[in-house]
Nanobody
Framework: QMQLVESGGGLVQAGGSLRLSCAASGRTFRSYSMGWFRQSPGKEREFVAVISGSGVSTLYSDSVKGRFTISRDNAKNTVYLQMNILKPEDTAVYYC????????????????WGQGTQVTVSS
């Protein structure tokens, strides 16, 4: 299990950008696929993006493809989510998560979770 701490959330106007960061503890970071999920009030937690341990392979949900970019720096044990052209419907708590599986999308595949960071997009 890794300890994960997200940062970078905040309030932004529609069309703006934010970059989320997730710092991980432990010396096995590169062996984990890292994902971002989000959850709005009254809705289930949904998959946003995932990146393989090497950083070579990425997957995105259709709702963010072309606007969001996931990346990682294994030397810093950190994964990022660059969010551009933000929309009000992107408003949610964003969670970072780690999995020992290869680029999963399901929440059940992720055993390590951060506490979440709030992103609010105003119209």
């Amino acid at each position: 299990q890794m300890q994960l701490v997200e940062s970078g959330g905040g309030l932004v106007q529609a069309g703006g950008s934010l970059r989320l960061s997730c710092a991980a503890s432990g010396r096995t970071f590169r062996s984990y696929s890292m994902g971002w999920f989000r959850q709005s009030p009254g809705k289930e937690r949904e998959f946003v993006a995932v990146i393989s341990g090497s950083g070579v392979s990425t997957l995105y949900s259709d709702s963010v493809k072309g606007r969001f970019t996931i990346s990682r720096d294994n030397a810093k044990n950190t994964v990022y989510l660059q969010m551009n052209i933000l929309k009000p419907e992107d408003t949610a708590v964003y969670y970072c998560a780690g999995s020992t599986e290869y680029n999963p999308r399901a929440t059940a595949a992720f055993g390590s979770w951060g506490q979440g960071t709030q992103v609010t997009v105003s119209s």
